[in-house]
C-alpha cells in the first residue's frame, strides 16, 4: 500500500512540474508565449492540481478499505485490473485479448469526453470574456453537457466491467468473487501511473476542476 502512495505522490508531482514552473516563470515569458499557453496548454495542465489535492481522501481511503466497499469504486477499478488477471483466474489468450479490448475501448471514450468537457470548459470561459453577464440559457447548455459527460464518465467502468464479467467462464466469475481486498489491491499497485490517473478520475469525476 505505501509503494503505492509512493508511486502516485511521485508521479504526480513530476506530471505537475511543468505547471508549477509556468506559474512561477509566467513574468518572464514573452506576452505571446503566456497567450499561448492560457489559450492552450495551461487548462490541462492545471488539471493536475485536483489530483494533488485529492491525494490525502485517496490515502484514507486506502487505509480504510473503503475502495473495496464502495460498488462503483470497486467495479472502476475492476475494470483496470481484469484483464491482468491471467495468473490468478487461468485466462486463456483470447479471453485476455477480448479484455484488453474492453478496457482500451473504455479509456479512449474517456479521453473523448474528457476533450469534450475541456471544449465546454473553455466554451464558458468565452461567454464571460465576451460579456460581463452572459445569457444563462447559454451557460445551462454548457453545464448541462458537462454534467452528462461526467455522468457517462462515472458509469463507464461499471458497464466495461460488466461485459469483462461475460467474458469469463463460471469458474472463472466464482474465483473472482472468492478474492480478498489485499488481493485486488496487489494487483492495483501494478497499475502504471498512466493508467492510475483515468482511474481515479473516473471514480471520482470532475471535482474541483473548474
Known amino acids: 500500500m505505501y509503494t503505492l502512495i509512493k508511486r502516485l505522490v511521485l508521479g504526480l508531482t513530476l506530471l505537475s512540474m511543468p505547471a508549477l514552473a509556468q ?92 476533450q469534450e468537457i475541456r471544449q465546454h470548459q473553455q466554451a464558458l470561459q468565452a461567454l464571460f470574456q465576451n460579456e460581463p453577464q452572459p445569457d444563462p440559457a447559454a451557460l445551462r447548455e454548457h453545464l448541462q453537457a458537462i454534467a452528462r459527460l461526467e455522468v457517462d464518465d462515472r458509469l463507464a467502468p461499471y458497464e466495461t466491467f460488466r461485459q469483462m464479467l461475460q467474458v469469463l467462464n463460471d469458474a472463472q466469475r466464482e474465483r473472482l468473487r472468492g478474492m480478498q481486498p489485499h488481493q485486488l489491491m496487489a494487483y492495483m499497485m501494478r497499475l502504471p501511473m498512466m493508467e492510475m490517473m483515468p482511474m481515479m478520475h473516473m471514480m471520482h469525476g470532475g471535482e474541483g476542476m473548474m
Request: cysteine-free.
Open 23 to 114: 506559474q512561477h516563470g509566467h513574468q518572464m515569458m514573452h506576452p505571446d508565449t503566456a497567450r499561448g499557453m492560457m489559450q492552450g496548454g495551461m487548462m490541462g495542465q492545471m488539471g493536475m492540481m485536483p489530483m494533488m489535492q485529492m491525494m490525502p481522501r485517496m490515502m484514507g481511503m486506502m487505509q480504510q478499505g473503503m475502495m473495496m466497499q464502495n460498488p462503483l469504486h470497486r467495479a472502476t477499478m475492476m475494470a483496470f485490473v481484469l484483464p491482468a488477471m491471467a495468473d490468478t483466474l487461468g485466462l486463456s489468450e483470447q479471453q485476455q485479448r477480448q479484455l484488453g479490448e474492453l478496457k482500451q475501448r473504455m479509456l479512449q471514450a474517456h479521453r473523448a469526453r474528457q
